[in-house]
């Protein structure tokens, strides 16, 4: 199974991006997914996550700026992003896990940079 983000990058203070973790090597859809990231320093904390119901939850400091979706015929667990912040520069990282596997997933990261 292999987990990859993608849509990082550099964006000013205000502005929005969408990240997006493509999955394969499971013929089962991705159950339940997180977004985390880590800052230079910090811990990698949760950012959003969503259940294998479809149910979501966010950090406080994101609630209602950032969207956790997913769509299983893309294979694909989204981040949107909106109204960024200097604050949520960081590597963003995808982790997900599948039917009938024990395992955790971690894509690899995408950067993404918030300044003017």
């Known amino acids: 199974v292999q987990l990859v983000e993608s849509g990082g990058g550099l964006v000013q203070p205000g502005g929005s991006l969408r990240l997006s973790c493509a999955y394969s090597?499971?013929?089962?859809?991705?159950?339940?997914a997180g977004w985390y990231r880590q800052a230079p320093g910090k811990q990698r904390e949760l950012v959003a996550a969503?259940?294998?119901?479809?149910?979501?939850n966010y950090a406080d400091s994101v609630k209602g700026r950032f969207t956790i979706s997913r769509d299983n015929a893309k294979n694909t667990v989204d981040l949107q992003m909106n109204n960024l912040k200097p604050e949520d520069t960081a590597v963003y990282y995808c982790?997900?896990?599948?039917?009938?596997?024990?395992?955790?997933?971690w894509g690899p990261g995408t950067q993404v940079t918030v300044a003017s």
């Open positions: 090597g499971s013929i089962f859809s991705i159950h339940a």
């Open positions: 982790k997900g896990g599948f039917p009938g596997d024990r395992n955790l997933y």
């Open positions: 969503i259940t294998g119901d479809g149910g979501t």
